[in-house]
């Protein structure tokens, strides 16, 4: 089946520095990838859209200039977090689906940590 | 707008029971259902992928079944084990190419 890889599944970084989070489609091409975040005790919840050599389409309340989101390839996904604060430590998780018909694939998730 | 809602919260269950979580949506035009399951810290699991068109799917212990038109689906859990114990989650999608929309989960623990 398809399979998407996440990277890294987990990060501790300091307040103030910015943290990229990698999803790769590795046996399809991924045209669509769903980014989620997830809050301690509570559900995942979407963030943001986004569509191969387009830009991303986020959900409202989610800041398009904090969270950086790149889609340039059909086998790649970008997530960055930029300026981190304490408050953005979260569950990240991305979910693609493309050219194999299959529905989607998630990731296996982040754990972003801001000290 | 798709709110899908897991009951219980929380479950506690001795080793050996059956049990069942339950999850239920708004809007039934789903496209599919989905379970997962959550270990602490962890990521997702999929478990049980549900078409909008089946009832149900079995995978060893694991019996998920769908009800589209009251807007409910289920997971059965056969001699829970305490390596069952984790957070289960539904999520639904209207479309192929859509998002899923999650429930809050259900956190089980099974106890020796």
């Known amino acids: 089946g398809a399979v998407v890889s996440q990277h890294p599944s987990r990060v501790i970084c300091k307040s103030g520095t910015s943290v990229k989070i990698e999803c790769r489609s590795l046996d399809f091409q991924a045209t669509t990838m769903f980014w989620y975040r997830q809050f301690p005790k509570q559900s995942l919840m979407l963030m943001a859209t986004?569509?191969?050599?387009?830009?991303?389409?986020?959900e409202q309340g989610v800041e398009k200039d904090k969270f950086l989101i790149n889609h340039a390839s059909l086998t790649l996904s970008t997530l960055t977090v930029t300026s981190a604060h304490p408050e953005d430590s979260s569950f990240y998780i991305c979910?693609?689906?493309?050219?194999?018909?299959?529905?989607?694939?998630f990731g296996s998730g982040t754990r972003l940590t801001v000290v | 707008k798709q709110e899908v809602t897991q009951i219980p919260a929380a479950l506690s269950v001795p080793e050996g029971e059956n049990l069942v979580l339950n999850c239920s949506f708004t809007d039934s035009a789903i496209y599919n259902l989905q379970w997962f399951r959550q270990d602490p810290g962890k990521g997702l699991t999929s478990l049980l992928l549900i078409q909008s068109s089946q009832r149900e799917q079995t995978s060893g212990r694991l019996n998920a079944s769908l009800d589209k038109s009251s807007g409910r689906s289920t997971l059965y859990i056969a001699a829970s084990q305490p390596g069952d114990s984790a957070t289960y989650l539904c999520a639904v999608k209207m479309t192929n190419a859509g998002k899923s929309t999650f429930g809050d989960g259900t956190t089980l623990t099974v106890k020796p």
């Open positions: 986004s569509n191969e050599g387009s830009k991303a389409t986020y």
């Open positions: 979910s693609a689906g493309g050219d194999r018909g299959d529905g989607y694939t």
